[in-house]
């Protein structure tokens, strides 16, 4: 198998792997959150061996696949604004080309593609992708393919991942799948089903053929990275029911956590993401231990009232979410935090969101994830309660949440002036041709001269000035992870 390295419009490197004797074309757009990103990994990996190659060419595939995301209305509007596109140039360039949708929004309005909206020709739901060949087959014979099944086992630790947007430096590692946490304004347990873990060692040998391709870098990645646990298969909800020897055995993330760092000294390691009734003090106490784990913990809140907390089921109260705080910032003193926030959700009034601005003040998060509510069919949410803040009221306490988040941002960044830290050569800066760009431990961009340095070194930069969300600065030489 060759791998050829383009770059995207974006200016991202986009690995091609490719098999001599493959004659049919994969375009493949992944939208939503790093598990989508990382299943398209697994789908090309899954094609590749089914007779497709990758392309960025739109116009010359033979198949078209767009991984999908359920989690807002707008994120639905721009994947039905893509299939647009892909079907006009159905229409006008390439009759033969066979559109499909893929992932959440796959699971969600599963025969509705195919029957009401007659756009696509495949719907393949997140835990059915090894049935793609199968499904290809169907419609290569004229018919409408569709398997939307959820699984109870399905974690995909038998397929190596075709890295597609890479640098060749950082990727992402799949450890866990589904959601037990039934919070209402969520659709990812219907859509991704029950939490499931993946075997640690098949998640430490595919590290270790990352390690050996030159990637500096893993997230480890799940909807809750926190549920992590392996006690020989199953769903997380039946441990319970697990032999005395199951239980002995079993690894959660702490210990999932430290077999990686101490497996891979000089990798750098990430996760996400983080829900705060799931995260325990060991955890905190591995990261803080061990240098190659970085200082940055994503921990969602979604609302700073207690009353709106509890109507979005979210099973920890502010109290208990600051105590949290207090523990990351005792334990990793050092340590970047980072939140979700949703303006609007139903019944949320003035004071309520007066508390989301207090919990931001207390916290001071690095930066955020900020968003309107959107209701989505199916949840909780959905069916049972009225979205009744009236849009300009959402957008603009929404606008006051990002106003704020800026400020803070400034803050953090500022804290950093003067000091050195660690970085990761990841890209070209945006901005300049003589500069690069990469992360720090607390996943801050750093920008600083290119000098004789090259994409995948760790160097040391003294931080000399900030924006709100990047710190600039100039080289001092090489860091020990070298």
């Known amino acids: ?17 490719t098999k001599k004797e493959n004659t049919k074309k994969l375009y493949i757009e992944s939208y939503g959150c790093a598990m989508n990103f990382s299943d398209s990994e697994i789908v090309a990996s899954i094609l ?26 707008k994120a639905e509007q721009t994947i039905r604004k893509r299939l647009e596109k892909y079907n006009a140039v159905k229409r006008e360039v390439n009759p033969k080309m066979k559109v499909g949708v893929l992932g959440c929004m796959a699971e969600r309005l599963k025969e509705k593609f195919l029957e009401e909206e007659k756009i696509v020709d495949l719907v393949v ?17 004229g018919r409408d393919a569709i398997n939307v099944i959820l699984s109870k086992e399905e974690t995909y630790g038998d397929i190596s991942p075709v890295r597609l947007m890479s640098n060749g430096i950082t990727a992402l590692v799949s450890i866990t799948r589904g959601c037990d946490n039934m919070c209402t304004f969520c659709v990812v347990p219907f859509t ?17 053929d990352l390690w050996s391709l030159g990637f500096k870098e893993i997230t480890l990645l799940g909807q809750n990275v926190d549920s992590y646990l392996w006690y020989g298969g199953g769903l997380k909800k039946d441990f319970d029911k697990a032999t005395d020897m199951q239980k002995a055995t079993a690894v959660g993330f702490d210990q999932l956590l430290e077999m990686v760092a101490v497996a891979f000294p000089k990798m750098r390691i990430r996760f996400s993401t983080s829900n705060p009734q799931d995260m325990h003090e060991e955890v905190l106490h591995v990261i803080a231990k061990h240098p190659n784990i970085c200082k940055h913990i994503h921990l969602p809140v979604q609302s700073g009232s207690n009353r709106i907390l509890k109507e979005m089921n979210r099973l920890h109260s502010r109290e208990e979410y600051i105590e949290l705080i207090n523990k990351i910032n005792t334990i990793i003193p050092n340590c970047c935090i980072t939140q979700d926030m949703i303006a609007g959700f139903p019944t949320e009034t003035e ?22 509510y959107s209701e989505r069919p199916g949840t909780l949410a959905g069916r049972k309660m009225e979205d009744d803040v009236p849009e300009e009221t959402k957008f603009r306490r929404l606008q006051e949440i990002v106003d704020l ?16 830290v660690e970085v990761l050569i ?57």
């Open 192 to 208: 991704r089903g029950r939490e499931r873990s993946r075997e640690p060692q098949s998640i430490m040998t595919e590290i270790q």
């Open 405 to 420: 988040q800026r400020k803070h941002s400034t803050f953090r960044t500022q804290e950093f002036l003067g000091q050195t």
């Open 1 to 17: 198998m060759e791998k050829i390295i383009e770059e995207n419009k974006q200016g991202q490197s986009l690995v091609l792997e």
């Open 351 to 372: 004071e309520d969101h007066q508390d989301t601005l207090s919990l931001m003040e207390r916290v001071k998060y690095s930066f955020g994830y900020m968003y309107a």
């Open 48 to 73: 590749v061996n089914g007779g497709y190659n990758t392309t960025q060419i739109l116009e010359e595939a033979d198949l078209v696949l767009v991984n999908t995301c359920s989690i807002r209305d």
């Open 125 to 141: 739901g997140p835990d059915a992708y090894k049935d793609l060949p199968n499904l290809l087959a169907e419609v290569e014979e």
């Open 426 to 482: 990841e890209k070209e800066s945006k901005k300049s041709p003589n500069d690069w760009a990469g992360r720090n431990s607390q996943s801050i961009t750093v920008v600083f001269p290119k000098e004789n340095y090259k994409i995948g070194d760790f160097v040391n930069v003294k931080i000399t000035n900030c924006t709100s969300g990047t710190l600039i600065g100039a080289t001092v030489g090489y860091s020990e992870m070298n």
